[in-house]
């Protein structure tokens, strides 16, 4: 367990496939995962059995709690994780409306930033972000992120292109 003062972040467990699964086939949110089908409660429950090391699935889930209450509220992602190169790929999401801009998504960045630069050894971290999710390019660029590109009109959605921005972040410098 990685903690914070407002949250603490810690790996997935069994308890959490009901909240999981919430969140995954909340619609709302497919547009930053690129889901396009709803998740069943196998998937969930396969994906939580069947995490393993980091080092050789590439993918590492930690689960956002409020300090407080132990109340989950989100999900943290590393994916993509290349060791030889030491980079990883960075997904968060706070998974209701009503615990968003509270500063639950900054803290747990933070310690996941730390998590990776300290215990995994890793050198950049990166994401690549909607050009319309105004909440998303505020909580990298507040965490360090550099924006270092653009892919134009990357994403189709109701029939609109949307650009995609990509951020990286060197933790050591």
């Not at 889930?61 to 132990?70: P, V």
């Not at 507040?142 to 189709?156: A, D, N, S, T």
């Not at 959605?157 to 921005?165: P, Q």
Request: proline share 2%; net charge negative.
């Amino acid at each position: 367990m990685l903690k914070g003062i407002k949250v603490y972040i810690r790996t997935v467990e069994p308890s959490d496939a009901t909240k999981l699964l919430l969140w995954e086939n909340n619609v709302t949110n497919w547009r930053v995962s690129d889901t396009e089908v709803p998740f069943s409660m196998y998937d969930i429950k396969n994906y939580i059995e069947n995490q393993h090391n980091i080092r050789s699935t590439g993918q590492l889930r930690f689960i956002i709690c409020k300090t407080e209450s132990d109340e989950p509220v989100g999900a943290i992602d590393l994916y993509d994780a290349n060791f030889k190169h030491g980079r990883a790929g960075v997904g968060i999401l706070i998974g209701e409306i009503d615990d968003r801009s509270n500063g639950y998504a900054t803290e747990s960045l933070n310690l996941l930033k730390e998590y990776a630069e300290i215990v995994l050894g890793l050198h950049a971290l990166y994401c690549s972000i909607h050009a319309d999710n105004e909440s998303s390019i505020r909580l990298f660029e507040k965490c360090e992120f550099e924006k270092i590109g653009i892919r134009k009109e990357w994403y189709l959605e109701k029939g609109k292109r949307i650009d995609e921005i990509l951020y990286q972040l060197c933790l050591k410098k």
